[in-house]
């Protein structure tokens, strides 16, 4: 069974850092590419970054380039993203996602259940 765990959300200031983890299981982690997807309240789905099966492409939703950095760790089967430079626009949920392929497709066949993330002075 393929399983998703995020965690790392909670409550920070602007300007403020934070680290997400998304814990993979059921599936041969290092042979798919992954993304992170954010919802804030109200709104939609936004994409927010994705990394191919190795690590070596990333790529990030132009609101967030420069502020956050995706990594993988393939032996930990688990999925990071770093926020830094924080704004209250990045409240959120965020849920990591599994591509369905090696490369990045933006193609989703697993999600997790969410982390929160409030900025919020």
């Known amino acids: 069974e393929v399983q998703l765990v995020e965690s790392g959300g909670g409550l920070v200031q602007p300007g403020g850092s934070l680290r997400l983890s998304c814990a993979a299981s059921?599936?041969?982690?290092?042979?798919?590419?992954m993304s992170w997807v954010r919802q804030a309240p109200g709104k939609g789905l936004e994409w927010v970054s994705a990394?191919?099966?190795?690590?070596?492409?990333?790529y990030y939703a132009d609101s967030v380039k420069g502020r956050f950095t995706i990594s993988r760790d393939n032996a930990k089967n688990t999925l990071y993203l770093q926020l830094n430079s924080l704004k209250t626009e990045d409240t959120a949920m965020y849920y990591c996602?599994?591509?369905?392929?090696?490369?990045?497709?933006?193609?989703?066949?697993?999600w997790g259940q969410g982390t929160q993330v409030t900025v919020s002075s």
């Open positions: 996602a599994k591509d369905a392929v090696a490369f990045v497709s933006y193609e989703y066949n697993y």
């Open positions: 059921g599936f041969t982690f290092s042979s798919y590419a």
């Open positions: 990394i191919n099966s190795g690590g070596g492409s990333t």
